[in-house]
């Protein structure tokens, strides 16, 4: 029976489980990327499969591999749920062609997803996921597969322990011992997914404490509405923060590749301060240098960073099928996004939230400041910047609201005058103090999004506001 076409959005394939992400959707997929693969020659290449904590997760994974395996690839599965970055590195270092990530990521609770990755262990540019979509066969009728325990038997499903390499490879990146000594209490929320037991791992064991919340394999998300490091669903965290006295807070959403940040006082320190607080630990604190790779939905600060340091800013659409091939292409020094994602020269094209947490860590050691210190120091060199976003669910038609916003020609937002305007990903609305405002489409979810980025605190809800009319949203009263 003929299925409805799937398509890619900002990070893979992602749907509702038994509605329309099941094992023969999956199937279909799996057909699809093996197909792309073939025709770019790699015929017997390997290819790494991971998977999440999310329901089933592992048996998607597994019929992945069963239709790898009828292709003439070989594949590397991981033995457990494993972080995306790590999964990553596990390409790069095992010299696999690509790899298949079952996972959602900060998707909610009934979502599951479907992430392609290339040899360089990055996102696949829009290119490229075309092609994979276009060799997705109509009906699982047309799908070949191999069952499991024929593929091990026949040496071409590997099942295999990612950690270890990865490990290896951080030590080369982070003084490891130096965290381990330095006396810190940190706790660590993996929000129910992969990235439970990594710093306690990583750095514990000496004079710094280490404590987790939310480290069991939890389906459903208990106490946050989705494992998206971001208010409201970091709340408990930062409550425990204060009440444990710790002295930050790190975050990783369900497949840990975003981080979140939490002060000593409990307070959320947003994504686009954690992106400009990264640069300035590689730009000042290690005094290295490279370009900067942006989405246009992130922090204009990283553009004061790159004159005052003298290094080039390059934006990008939103997502790291744009920020990954940039970051090879010009040899990037960083890349990030809103999100909370931020990948790392290296290391692999793809968000890392463990090493970003490690490297934040670093910075508190190196500089003996606390989060909100470090903050205060980010504003004293290059300006405050204050940011919010509004998410509004949407399902129909969207094309109206793409023309009206297209369309819209505003002189003033939130009362400050609009001196640009871009549609690189979105529409974009530049301000005369530096910020913007952004309306678009999620690429991952059925969502309206409204970001913006001010000087001015107090601007930030009439900002919003100003956009929802622009969209033709009526704004919910303050």
Known sequence: MPHKDIRFGTDGWRGTIAEDYTFANVRRVAQGFARYLLDQGHRDAWVVIGYDKRFHSENFAAAAAEVLAAHDLRVYLTQEATPTPVISYAVVDKGAVGAINITASHNPPGDNGFKVRDQHGGALPPAALRAVEAHIPPSEDEVQRVPLAEAQAQGRVVVFDPKPAYI??????????????????????????????????????????????????????????????????????????????????????????????????????????????????????????????????????????????????????????????????????????????????????????????????????????????????????????????????FRGDRRPIEERVKRARPKTIGGLKVVGFRDIDGYQFLLEDGGWLLIRFSGTEPLLRVYCETTDPDRLDAILRDGLRIAGIEPPEA
């Open 168 to 393: 290896a490879h951080i030590r080369e990146l982070v003084d490891l011992e130096r965290l381990r000594d330095a006396g810190l209490k940190v706790l660590v929320d993996p929000m129910w997914g992969n990235g439970a037991g990594w710093f306690p791992r990583l750095i514990g064991g000496g004079r710094t404490i280490v404590e987790e919340i939310h480290n069991v394999r939890n389906p459903i998300f208990p106490e946050m509405e989705r494992p998206e490091p971001i208010p409201p669903n970091v709340n408990v965290g930062l409550a425990e923060t204060v009440r444990r006295g710790a002295d930050v807070l790190i975050i990783n959403d369900g497949d840990a590749d975003r981080l979140g940040l939490g002060d000593e006082h409990g307070r959320f320190v947003d994504q686009l301060k954690v992106y400009a607080l990264l640069a300035y630990y590689f730009l000042e604190v290690r005094g290295e240098r490279g370009p900067i790779v942006k989405t246009i939905s992130t922090t204009a600060l990283l553009n004061k960073m790159g004159q005052k340091y003298g290094v080039p800013v390059y934006e990008t659409g939103v997502g790291f099928k744009y920020v990954a091939p940039k970051m090879l292409e010009v040899n990037a020094l960083l890349g990030g996004e809103e999100s909370g994602g931020y990948a790392f020269r290296n290391h692999v094209p793809e968000r890392d939230g463990i090493l970003a947490g490690l490297y934040l860590l670093d910075m508190m050691v190196r500089l003996n400041k606390k989060p909100s210190e470090l903050v205060e120091l980010l504003f004293r060199e290059v300006g405050p910047t204050y940011y919010k976003r509004i998410d509004v669910p």
